[in-house]
């Protein structure tokens, strides 16, 4: 299992030291999305042999940006034609500032000197680096990777690392994990973690931002401010909700979550709870679930969400009169009674299982950290029971 971070180096550089530099390669970046949008054309190689001389010569970019930035564009146009296919509505990918994607060719750093060497427009320059307390234990994983960025008039390289590690080999218990709206996790060992907080201030930062929006230009700027601290919040709360999820796992278990891909697309509510939905930081809360989880050697299976909130984790009966309100689930079957997102997490954790249980059966020593959910859960249980 190869374990992946990205720590964020403060740069001793200026912006005006590299923004000719981003200057040049977000104009690469556009001009290959404006050709590939027009063309219909998201292929690598077909892109490089339209764009790469005019890159170099209109730009002056070096030969390896050229590339990087004709690669980040396809990566975007790929997204948008996904977009497409699925009926969702897409423009020509555009940026106003590109962060570049740098290579072992483009950059070099020497954490012992804490030195950094950038390719730029005009050669190669060093910068000093800094490197944050909480990054020190990453600095001996293997460099991949990296994007020289520029934000609030600093400058930043966000650096990805790697570490290989043992696959983890489930020999635990399984916790299910529920995300949600009203409250950020509940999770199947009778753990909650309440989201009042977190509702409260992002309807605080709602209503600030609805009226800003109305000053016109004039409020532009501060809420640029004011959504770059919302979301310092978000995560400073998600990180720590995380964390606390983790800590009671133990190398071998397993954390069970939903696959929530999709959701906003297939959830059909009203205005009300559809602002809630989409301010719902779901995907975030399981990324940093996730990769605490790998990091402590415990396994992460995503499983099938569907009826999770309307059958019974005791006799496995579905029907949505199952959830009497949001917060009470009563069997009709067997009137078996609980909060209902406990309820849920407790489904989730069954089909971790199920889902641990046909990988050992199929002699998978484990589950790859981002396994494709189990579906048809009921019929697979079925099958297993029979043998």
């Known amino acids: 299992m190869r374990l992946t971070r990205t720590i964020i180096l403060p740069l001793d550089a200026k912006p005006k030291d590299v923004l000719p530099t981003i200057g040049a390669f977000t ?26 001389r005019r890159c170099r010569a209109e730009f002056g970019l070096p030969s390896q940006y050229a590339c990087t930035a004709r690669v980040k564009a ?50 190669r320059r060093r910068f000093g680096i800094r490197v ?8 001996s994983w293997k460099q991949a990777s990296a994007d020289l960025v520029v934000r609030k008039d600093k400058v930043f390289l966000h650096l990805v690392v790697t570490k290989e590690a043992e696959d983890p080999v489930p020999a635990g218990k399984t916790v299910g ?59 400073d709360v998600l990180h720590v909700v995380s964390k606390r999820i983790v800590s009671k796992l133990e190398p071998g278990d397993v954390l069970a979550m939903e696959d929530l891909t999709g959701i906003r697309d297939r959830a059909k509510w009203g205005r009300k709870s559809r602002t809630m939905l989409n301010s719902w930081a779901f995907a975030r809360l399981q990324a940093f ?19 999770t909130s309307q059958r019974c984790s005791k006799c496995g009966h579905v029907e949505k009169a199952n959830r009497r ?20 997490s407790r489904n989730i954790a069954l089909r971790g299982e199920m889902t641990v249980a046909i990988g050992n059966r199929h002699g998978a020593p484990s589950i790859a950290p981002n396994a494709p959910p189990v579906r048809g859960f009921e019929q697979t249980q079925r099958s297993l029971a029979a043998g």
Not at 27 to 47: E, H
Not at 89 to 102: E, F, G, V
């Open 74 to 123: 396809t990566e975007a146009l790929l997204s948008v034609r996904d977009r497409v296919r699925k009926g969702k509505k897409a423009s020509c990918p555009n940026s106003k500032l590109c962060p570049i994607r740098l290579d072992a060719r483009t950059y070099t750093i020497w954490f012992g000197k804490r030195i950094c060497s950038i390719r730029v427009l005009d050669g």
């Open 177 to 235: 994990m529920d995300a949600g709206i009203r409250r950020t996790a509940v999770t199947s060992n009778n753990r909650f973690f309440g989201g009042g907080k977190l509702s409260h201030v992002a309807d605080g930062y709602r209503k600030r931002r609805r009226e800003l929006q109305k000053k016109g230009h004039s409020g532009k700027r501060h809420l640029n401010r004011l959504g770059w601290k919302e979301n310092r919040f978000v995560r």
């Open 132 to 139: 944050p307390k909480f990054y020190e234990p990453f600095v």
């Open 27 to 52: 104009k690469a970046f556009n001009l290959v999305a404006q050709v590939g949008w027009a063309d219909s054309d998201s292929n690598g190689i077909s892109l490089h042999k339209k764009t790469y």
């Open 289 to 307: 679930c996730q990769y605490k989880a790998e990091a402590k050697g415990c396994l992460v299976a995503r499983v099938d969400p569907a009826y």
């Open 325 to 344: 309100s949001q917060g009470l689930f009563e069997c009709r079957r067997c009137h078996h009674s609980l909060n209902a997102d406990l309820n849920g």
